[in-house]
């Protein structure tokens, strides 16, 4: 039986709409989600109990998909089953995202349970490498690609964000902790025009099984507003939501959707 903890956004009702057999969705206290009805939730102060009621479930395979929001953590509230894992609670919750998953990862598989990526249970949350839109990158946008991949790199040895912009080779915004979407925000009032791409990939080293890099629509429609001339993914690393939607907005908006290998 799958578990699949779900965060916000719409990464959990893809997933809930790709398994045959319906799985038990969970939220954790203060990160609900906002597209999926959740059977239970749980705080994370609750953690090794949450953990017992999987496997007295039945539950062998765990998947996490979706936003969430690091929880404050009451001390007062944890219970006897969760004790014994409070030393990697802490150091998760001080940790860079990839750091944190890792800990969290750890927990549910020392349990038993094996943690499955919402690529593997759905596969077409991937597209295939190329440019599925009317516009293309051109030669000044491969090199603004290039240095993206390279940006990225050099954020994963911090362990902060997944995406960047750039132009002329130069870092527009750099993602932090609020997300990309907050950085596509702040570059609304940009003093140097348009142009430029959006980058986004997967940090290298990076745990897949859980916070890959998604976009959808919105994001195409916030990048628009930003003022960027197209969105470069790594393939096989980015997953990408409504597809259709996301490359009939790029075409609306005269952007270039490149899915790059490499």
Not at 190 to 197: E, L, T
Request: charged share 20%.
């Amino acid at each position: 039986m799958l578990a699949l903890i779900a965060g916000t956004g719409a990464l959990p009702r893809e997933i809930v709409s790709c398994v045959s057999d319906e799985p038990l969705v969970c939220a954790m206290a203060g990160s609900e989600p906002d597209q999926v009805s959740p059977h239970l939730t749980f705080r994370i102060e609750e953690l090794g109990t949450f953990i017992l009621y999987l496997k007295e479930k039945g539950v062998t395979e765990l998947c996490m998909a979706g936003s969430v929001k690091r929880p404050p953590v009451d001390p007062t509230a944890i219970d006897a089953a969760t004790m014994p894992l409070v030393p990697i609670i802490q150091a998760a919750i001080g940790s860079g995202d990839d750091g944190a998953l890792r800990a969290m990862i750890g927990i549910f598989e020392k349990a038993g349970l094996s943690v499955r990526a919402a690529q593997d249970i759905a596969p077409g949350l991937l597209m295939e490498p190329g440019v599925p839109t009317d516009v293309q990158p051109g030669e000044l946008d491969k090199a603004d690609a290039a240095r993206g991949a390279e940006i990225v790199a050099a954020m994963a040895v911090a362990d902060t964000g997944q995406a960047c912009a750039v132009r002329g080779r130069q870092a527009l915004a750099l993602e932090g902790i609020f997300g990309t979407d907050w950085m596509l925000k702040s570059l609304e009032e940009r003093p140097d025009g348009q142009g430029g791409i959006l980058y986004k990939a997967p940090k290298p080293g990076q745990e897949l099984r859980a916070d890959l890099p998604t976009i959808g629509p919105d994001t195409v429609e916030r990048a628009g507003k930003a003022g960027l001339g197209g969105i470069v993914l790594q393939a096989g690393g980015v997953i990408v939501l409504e597809q259709e939607a996301v490359i009939a907005a790029c075409n609306r908006l005269n952007m270039f959707l490149w899915l790059r290998e490499g």
